[in-house]
């Protein structure tokens, strides 16, 4: 075999980390060997005959694809990371990263680099940029064709630096100014609440019902952040008097398992959290501990916890320990069915490369299956989280999206309240997606009914009436601002 085909195969992370991981361990046995063989073989000749020539780029990606075919026929979950992959992986899980916190985006009319809106609480948003300003030059380098991802490798970088931007704002006088930034830690907040507070963005109404005192936390994923915030938010609704609690969990994809485990231990006092089981039947059990417990009496202090068809994994581990604890009803939708954990191995020389494979299944406390792939041949509708008797809410597929575009609306933040004044800039309005027929799936002039959280509010508020005297009945909360569609992450980019 040519010595070129040998060469750029070994350039290649991800087999370089095994062919060291095999030269590190105990002489490989000839079936390995042969293995391997085969694949360097595979590439050699599509080296030398392929159609057309490949370029380094090409290499890599190939073999990046070849790898990560296999591991999907393992399973759906198991990946190769590259070192871009990589870091935006860490940057899931650990909540947060390194920038000065704005969405990029394309101007309309001048088809420019725009601010499409500053992320609250950032140096960006305490610097007064706001929505719709347009980047003019990055530092010393004009934006006039520039993308929003490539603005963003230039605005991006490590904490404590710093970045100029020149701002061109309509209305202004002058149009033009510099505005310095130094990048810090920009935090992914998982936790939202009902709206975002007038005078302070960067801070959220709680309570969907003030009457009752029912509050609404949403969580949209598990990283390092979501505990702590959660408990933030649960130590302020409780000291405005919180009585009842709605946790949603729609949509949430799900994240580190270590923080499922310590949400759960938020809101039990005791008993099983989740069970984790390898491929030796090795067991190892979580389970609840009475001090930090909040939200208690839980008598009195109901919590219903929101689901839907895209709950997976981290969170089901939560909706499955409150429900098999009975310290919360489940309502919504039968969740995904994740019930495998994915572990993170980083490959020589460099660890800038990584595999994740599922390493576990987990169970949930009452020792059930929640893996809808390998739910038991004897029990096959044995999986997911399914909600309480009578709190199942089913929804249509208009539904499901649509309620997926009001809660983008929560994250739109025009800028400071004093620099946007009372009117600010709206975001770009997004279109409604057609259905099956070539039509709109909704009418976006009509306010949304969300009927899977209305009625876990009206499971709280017949067990508070339960409790004590009946209430009058509130009206639904309205949003903050009129229903403008966002246009969410495609519209622009964070940096």
Known sequence: MPLRNVVWLLVVPGLVGLGLAIGYSAPAPDKDYNLVRQIVEVLAEVDANYVRELTDDDRKELVKRMINGGLRWLDPHSAYLDEEQLKEFERDNEGSFSGVGILLGVDEKTQGLKISYPLAGTPAYEAGLIANDRIVKIDDTSTEGMTPEQAKKRIVGE??????????????????????????????????????????PTRWNWFIDPHKKIAYIRISAFSELTTREVKDAVEEIEKAGGRGLVLDLRDNPGGLLSEAVALSNLFLTGGKIVTTKDRREKERTETARAAGTIFLPAETRPIAVLVNRDTASASEIVAAALQDNKRAVVVGERTYGKGSVQSLFRLAPDQKHAVKLTTQTWWRPSGRNIDKATAPKGRPDEWGVTPDEGLEVPVSDAEFVRRLHEVRKLD????????????????????????????????????????????????????????GAAPRRVPAPQPARPPVPFPGPAAGSPA
């Open 159 to 200: 904490t404590g630096t710093r970045v100029s931007l020149t701002i061109h704002r309509e209305g202004r006088s002058p149009p033009e100014f510099v505005v310095t930034l130094v990048r810090s830690r920009i935090a992914l907040h998982p936790v939202a609440g009902v709206s975002r507070r007038a005078d302070d």
């Open 412 to 467: 739109y933040v025009a800028g400071k309240p004093e620099l946007v004044g009372p009117n600010p800039p709206p975001p770009l309005p997004l279109p409604v997606p057609n259905g099956e027929d070539g039509k709109p799936l909704w009418d976006d002039t009509r306010p949304f009914e969300d009927r899977q959280l209305n009625r876990a509010v009206e499971y709280l508020r017949k067990k508070l009436s339960d409790l």
